[in-house]
């Protein structure tokens, strides 16, 4: 089963809205990632968060780890249209080195 | 180079017929991963190189699948008899290694392959 496990699957905001994505995972993990995809082809990497933080920011991206609850969130504020895309969180099984295994991603849709 | 690169970046083939399918990491990335893709859906893990270290394949869906991979440069991922449900993406990353965690993972384009 997947180790990554988004919500929602889809999301639909006006630009200057802000968007929050939540990613679940079943195991202990070293860190959680989350990525980027336009258009079905090459991901990108967003931020990295390591289980020992609890919260890390990149610009308008705000991320949350909660270990308790094997939970994160993706919060992107003031969104754009070129905010458009798929989102997906990926984790790192504690003893599985450098193994990410993704979710199946949030579609984010920005309308202007 | 400056990114992972994929070629082909499409690949249309008639079932029963083998493909091979190439990334060149970037260089210096000791680690190079392969996923797949379906339409609409997540990526799956199918292989994981990392300098000499015997590959993880456990995410190999069958033995009609394999990779290899030259040192730490370039790596093919073939697949024998294709069949339809082979038809996806297929995503080729790479990415420094540490010991103790993952890293961040730069993604090639991907190849877009197609099992008529």
């Known amino acids: 089963s997947q180790q990554g496990e988004e919500d929602p699957q889809a999301l639909s905001i006006q630009e200057g809205e802000n968007a929050t994505m939540n990613c679940s995972y079943k195991?202990?993990?070293?860190?959680l990632q989350w990525y980027r995809q336009n258009s079905g082809r090459g991901l990108v990497h967003l931020i990295l968060i390591r289980s020992n933080e609890r919260e890390k920011h990149s610009g308008r991206l705000r991320v949350t780890l909660d270990t308790s609850k094997k939970s994160s969130s993706l919060l992107i504020t003031a969104s754009r249209a070129a905010d458009t895309a798929s989102y997906f969180c990926?984790?790192?099984?504690?003893?599985?080195?450098?193994?990410?295994?993704f979710g199946a991603g949030t579609r984010l849709a920005v309308h202007p | 180079g400056a990114g992972v690169s994929q070629s082909p970046s499409n690949k249309v083939t008639e079932k029963g017929k083998d493909v091979e399918l190439r990334c060149d990491p970037i260089?210096?990335?000791?680690?190079l991963y392969w996923y797949r893709q379906r339409l609409g859906q997540g990526l799956e893990f199918l292989i994981y190189?990392?300098?000499?270290?015997?590959?993880?394949k456990s995410g190999l869906p069958s033995d009609r699948f394999s990779a290899e991979r030259t040192g730490e440069s370039v790596s093919t991922l073939t697949i024998q008899r294709t069949q339809q449900e082979d038809s996806a993406v297929y995503l080729c990353?790479?990415?420094?290694?540490?010991?103790?965690?993952?890293?961040?993972?730069?993604f090639g384009p991907g190849t877009r392959l197609t099992v008529l």
């Open positions: 260089s210096g990335h000791t680690a």
């Open positions: 195991t202990s993990i070293n860190n």
């Open positions: 990353a790479s990415s420094l290694w540490l010991l103790e965690a993952s890293n961040e993972q730069f």
């Open positions: 190189f990392q300098g000499n270290s015997a590959p993880d």
């Open positions: 990926a984790t790192d099984a504690a003893g599985g080195y450098n193994k990410l295994i």
